[in-house]
């Protein structure tokens, strides 16, 4: 446990040097399961297309322009994504911020009274339900399989992807999102 501790704060203070172009260092972040964590060599444009609460409220990933976003594709038939939910719950709560913020988009047919209970089931408790009933926003961002985690930087551009469940709490994940909300590093 001395060890993480004493790695994740090495991971933070190498990150925190990091700079916007830097991406040697995010890499170098990369342990254990954020090793599936791609960033890009540029930053990509991400879907404009609207998705729904359960209000009905209408919003698009450009409403959080101005945070680092890490955007979560899902479905509450996903196994990996049940392994994965509780991580991105914890992180939220741990990090979430005016420059930092957990969206998770369920995709396709999620009806509402389901996510509630697959949340309550696995103890979710910080995380939006946002729904994406028609694909429209995976579908543009070639989300193929889920889970699929995206990385948004400020401008709102995706700058990294990972297929698959991880571990969104480690101490990997959390220093190199970290380096990205505070340190300026934004791909």
């Not at 446990?1 to 700079?19: D, F, I």
Request: proline letters at 4%.
């Amino acid at each position: 446990m001395k060890s993480a501790v004493l790695s994740a704060l090495l991971y933070t203070g190498l990150a925190l040097s990091a700079n916007a172009a830097d991406v040697d260092v995010l890499n170098a972040l990369r342990d254990g399961d954020m090793k599936k964590l791609n960033f890009h060599s540029e930053p990509k444009d991400v879907s404009a297309q609207a998705f729904s609460d359960p209000d009905g409220g209408e919003h698009r990933l450009a409403d959080w322009q101005g945070k680092i976003v890490l955007l979560n594709f899902w479905a509450t038939w996903c196994a990996p994504c049940r392994h994965e939910m509780p991580a991105l719950d914890a992180l939220q709560k741990q990090l979430g911020s005016d420059d930092f913020e957990v969206v998770t988009l369920a995709t396709g047919r999620n009806a509402v009274p389901a996510i509630e209970r697959f949340f309550d089931e696995v103890g979710v408790t910080s995380l939006p339900i946002l729904l994406d009933a028609k694909q429209a926003v995976a579908r543009e961002m070639a989300v193929l399989g889920l889970p699929i985690t995206v990385i948004l930087d400020r401008e709102g551009r995706e700058i990294a992807r990972l297929r698959g469940d991880a571990d969104w709490n480690s101490d990997s994940a959390r220093a190199i999102l970290t380096a990205l909300a505070t340190g300026g590093a934004d791909g």
